[in-house]
């Protein structure tokens, strides 16, 4: 529970940064119907949370793209990552329609199954603005005469202004790979200075391994070919961690209609790929922690002793097949029950007073009880321990009781206390036979005596009837003081119980009456 406890909170923490990046965020279920919309979708679309929650995510989409988004969507569900989609979407109306850069990713069920997708978007609109303006100025350069270059420079350097001081990065190359343009923005991104970089080879910002992949990029721009929204991993930065860019090249001409530079666009996704892993990784924790919580709950499920959990207020919310199988009530008769049904009516206040001092924290282990069991069954005897089960804040929210059924154990300590006792009695007529058996054989004999001698005619003396009485008053004493034992001798038993040595009581006064 605490391990599930931990997992909710890191999942918290994630759901605060999407619901706070700038770029859109909106998760969907398979139906297309919006169940999260963060605060970047409302900036971007116009739309407020409220407004947008239930609603089906089509209305974004122009009437002709929903077909192509349709298509997209059923990649996705197949569990296929959709990334950087280019689309135009519709805002609030009166707003201008934005173009969103767009990645789909599924998201699975513990069962491994697509059941919702996530819609993550960048408003690339000022960056499509900002490529539209590059060629309509390249246009606008090679179509009109000399008497116009004035004002094209002026509006040149306006597009330069923009290009210098927007967030993305914006570098310009000649055909070679040597930078010739380095804006504030690459400066941010990368660490490098304009001046640093005025001059230097494109190809210290990569990886060798991606040299031949970016290669190849370069060529198909200055082919001609549009290359937008390629994603190039781990370009490198000075003295900081490698960033994920999105990349767009475009191919610039000049007067003669001829490319003679490159212009690289490129949007800096590092936070968006970091929260992707982590939400990679904290699925893939999820699903272990969850795996090892079944995997604990299955053993208390099943093993024989009894285990079942209560609130604060004692209504169970755990009861294990240990308990079904001990006490008769099966865990849908006993889930949101009061526990105090188990309990006879002489022992409840004992129990309260146990249950404080476990809410208080303290463990109570190996309590001697007995429960009661379904109508018509024999109370059962347990050994119970209680635990006490803290939430994230470090207060008990719950009791855990485990416990031993020793119904058996304790029938055949009393079998065993049986034996013992006739037993002991048998030692104890052994004895008192013995101790009887003495004098009455002495008064035999002297009785036998006396009888032969008056045959004789031999009167009887004094003395000898007086060994006689001697004989039976010592029966006697002994008889009463048997009758009037107070002091009575104990040996242990078992787990601390004392038991009566009927033996060891008659001998202490045997041992009395022979010594007077």
Known sequence: ????????????????????????????????????????????????????????????????????????????????????????????????????????????????????????????????????????????????????????????????????NIADTVMITDLEGRILMWNKGAEEVFGYTKEEMIGSRVEKLYRRKDLTRIKAIREKALRGERVANVEIKEMKRKGRKSVYILLSLVPLKNKEGKIDRLAGIGKDITKIRRIERRLKKANKEEKLMREELKQYFDILENIPDTVMITDLEGKVVMWNKGAEAVFGYKKEEMLGSGVEKLYKKEDLRRIKDIKEKVV???????????????????????????????????????????????????????????????????????????????????????????????????????????????????????????????????TDYIKGIKMIDLKKSVDKKIKEVREE
């Open 1 to 164: 529970l605490e391990l599930e406890e931990s997992v909710q909170e890191k999942l918290r923490q994630y759901f605060e940064i999407l619901e706070n990046i700038t770029d859109t965020v909106m998760i969907t279920d398979l139906d297309g119907t919006i169940l999260t919309w963060n605060k970047g979708a409302e900036e971007v679309f116009g739309y407020t949370k409220e407004e947008m929650i239930g609603q089906k995510a089509d209305r974004l989409y122009r009437p002709e793209d929903r077909g192509k988004v349709r298509s997209i969507k059923e990649k996705a569900i197949k569990g296929q990552k959709i990334t950087n989609l280019e689309i135009t979407e519709i805002r609030r109306e009166g707003h201008r329609p934005v173009t969103i850069l767009l990645s789909i990713v599924p998201i699975k069920n513990k069962s491994g199954k697509v059941f919702r997708l996530a819609g993550i978007g960048k408003d690339i609109t000022a960056l499509k603005e900002i490529e539209q303006r590059l060629v309509e100025a390249e246009r606008l350069r090679l179509s009109q005469q000399l008497e116009l270059e004035k004002s094209a420079r002026e509006e040149l350097g306006q597009y330069y202004e923009i290009l210098e």
């Open 360 to 490: 208080q924290g303290k463990k109570v282990a190996n309590l001697e009880i007995v429960e009661r069991k379904r109508e018509g069954k024999t109370p059962a005897s347990i050994l119970l321990s209680i635990v006490p089960l803290k939430n994230r804040e470090g207060k008990v929210f719950r009791l855990a009781g485990i416990g031993k059924d020793i119904t058996e154990l304790k029938k055949m300590e009393q079998k065993l206390l049986d034996v013992q006792k006739l037993e002991a009695i048998h030692e104890l007529v052994v004895t008192l036979n013995h101790e009887m058996n003495q004098p009455l054989a002495v008064s035999s004999s002297l009785i036998q005596m006396m009888i032969k001698k008056m045959e004789e005619g031999i009167k009887p003396t004094s003395k000898g009837l007086e060994m006689i009485y001697k004989q039976f008053l010592k029966i006697s004493k002994l008889l009463k003081e048997i009758n009037e034992i107070k002091q009575i001798v104990t």
